[in-house]
């Protein structure tokens, strides 16, 4: 269908992975507990929904199987977005996980536990995808292309989760969003290079969802998905309002109470922690 596919799949994969950038920075500026799940939930929905798994099926517009038919399996879709989503998810999450087996783990660890086990699913989330795809014939993967997507996959995700604590300007989160951008199209499109496919005119015609079928609704959900962290992050208050409410309610706790005000306050500590 065009280079014009490849562009759109790449700016859809860039703005997605900036919404869940600037949402999971507000996480870890959050105050409370409530605060910090919100915003969490709210980079893996648009990190892993838009900017990779509705990446993933924008890019499969470009896919074509001369002489068959391509379907796709509705279950194995529905798969991918939970796989997607949930990945991006664990993989946030590891780095505050408050539990005994990480408690004392510097964050390094935390950032490579959260980014192999995210980059795994992702790389599995992107061949759910690709199982779901019903042909005339049968459809295999490279295992050597296999190997480099998910080697991507995984290096990908390790520096989406560095890049979700070291972005804090708007200005560094643009080219954050268009590195992490660079790293999904890669995953996606180094596994694609291994397809190989063999046609059986006399197979059956494959039954499924067209990809227009499953990319209408999916727009509809991804645009449903950026708006709300969109309009969030726009009603809410900037970083530095935030450091001004703690240092005034640190005032008024030392007043009241007569305590230090790391005491009479929770704070986020470096690690992720309250403290």
Known sequence: MGAWVFALAYLTSVIGSYAGLSCARKAVNAWTPVARTRWTLMAALSIGGVGIWLMHFIGMMGFDVPGSTIRYDLGLTMLSVVLAVGATLFGLWILDADVSWLHAAPSSVRLLVGGVTMGFAVAGM???????????????????????????????????????????????????????????????????????????????????????????????IGVVLLAVPVVALMAASSDGDLAQEREMAGWLGRDLSGEPEDRAVPRRAAGGSLK
Request: with cysteine; charged share 10%.
């Open 126 to 220: 992107h061949y759910s995808g690709m199982a779901a795809v019903r042909i005339q014939g049968d459809l295999e993967q490279g295992r050597t292309y296999v190997v480099a997507s998910v080697t991507i996959g995984v290096v990908a995700s390790v520096a989406a989760l560095w890049l979700s604590r070291v972005a804090e300007r708007p200005a560094v989160r643009i080219p954050a969003a268009a590195v992490m951008g660079c790293a999904v199209v890669a995953l996606h499109y180094t596994g694609m290079a291994g397809v190989a496919v063999t046609v059986d005119p006399a197979a059956p015609n494959p039954e499924g969802m067209t990809i227009m079928t499953l990319l209408f609704p999916g727009f509809i």
